[in-house]
């Protein structure tokens, strides 16, 4: 099954996007974090990208449909994916149909008022990107990854001044996806627990 997980910045689709890849032992392909990787390591792409991140632009298509597009030949895809934060404009999913079938795709809906509130209480890990939340979600070792031990830290768009930016460009730019993809699209309820969150993806998809 290859899916993808649409939402808003702090919707929760990475944490989900996690969730069901464990559920379904099948990757978890982010987008974000992939380019976060390139910025960390100081590679040309990443020093190419690093300036648009932080201000809460998208880097251009075609630079993030060749990322994808190589991830999805990588053996490990065969079984299926989860992609979380691409497709992210229209031109992307018409790429995407051009490399490869998407089975569902998971919107998690959460209004801006939250995905403002929970995006000033994250913090991401630095080597793997895992998302935590101050409240709802910390790690065990304050300012510690569970996962592997890496430094949590506010990401540069996660500050205030520059969420707002980034929420007008998830309504302008992403946010059409759904009507796009409505033949093969299930709506989630982004606001109760992750438990609850969960369960619901889960129970929607019959797994
Ligand atoms: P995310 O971790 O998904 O919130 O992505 C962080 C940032 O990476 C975004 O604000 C964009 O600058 C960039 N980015 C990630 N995925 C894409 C994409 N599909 N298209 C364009 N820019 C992207």
Redesign the pocket.
């Given at each position: 099954m290859n899916y993808i997980i649409l939402g808003a910045?702090a919707s929760g689709?990475?944490t989900q996007a996690e969730l069901l890849s464990k559920k379904l032992n099948i990757p978890h392909i982010?987008?974000?974090?992939?380019?976060?990787e390139n910025i960390n390591n100081k590679t040309e792409l990443g020093l190419k990208?690093e300036a648009?991140?932080n201000?809460?632009?998208?880097?251009?298509?075609d630079?993030?449909i060749d990322l994808?597009k190589n991830r999805l030949e990588q053996g490990d895809c065969k079984d299926g994916y989860i992609l979380?934060?691409?497709?992210?404009?229209i031109a992307?999913a018409e790429a995407l149909d051009g490399i490869t079938k998407i089975d569902k795709v998971i919107d998690i809906v959460v209004n801006d008022d939250v995905a403002v509130s929970r995006i000033t209480n994250r913090r991401m890990c630095k080597s793997c990107?895992n998302p935590y939340h101050l409240e709802f979600n910390p790690s065990k070792l304050e300012g510690v990854c569970d996962k592997c031990n890496g430094e949590l830290y506010l990401?540069e768009?996660d500050k205030e001044e520059v969420v707002k930016d980034?929420l007008k460009?998830y309504h302008d730019q992403t946010e059409p996806l759904k009507e796009y993809y409505k033949e093969k699209i299930i709506t989630i309820d982004g606001i109760p627990s992750i438990k609850q969150v969960t369960e619901s993806i889960f129970k929607n998809l019959q797994i």
């Amino acid at each position: 099954m290859n899916y993808i997980i649409l939402g808003a910045p702090a919707s929760g689709k990475g944490t989900q996007a996690e969730l069901l890849s464990k559920k379904l032992n099948i990757p978890h392909i982010a987008s974000g974090i992939i380019l976060r990787e390139n910025i960390n390591n100081k590679t040309e792409l990443g020093l190419k990208v690093e300036a648009i991140l932080n201000r809460g632009d998208l880097v251009s298509d075609d630079i993030v449909i060749d990322l994808i597009k190589n991830r999805l030949e990588q053996g490990d895809c065969k079984d299926g994916y989860i992609l979380d934060g691409f497709p992210r404009t229209i031109a992307q999913a018409e790429a995407l149909d051009g490399i490869t079938k998407i089975d569902k795709v998971i919107d998690i809906v959460v209004n801006d008022d939250v995905a403002v509130s929970r995006i000033t209480n994250r913090r991401m890990c630095k080597s793997c990107g895992n998302p935590y939340h101050l409240e709802f979600n910390p790690s065990k070792l304050e300012g510690v990854c569970d996962k592997c031990n890496g430094e949590l830290y506010l990401r540069e768009d996660d500050k205030e001044e520059v969420v707002k930016d980034r929420l007008k460009v998830y309504h302008d730019q992403t946010e059409p996806l759904k009507e796009y993809y409505k033949e093969k699209i299930i709506t989630i309820d982004g606001i109760p627990s992750i438990k609850q969150v969960t369960e619901s993806i889960f129970k929607n998809l019959q797994i």
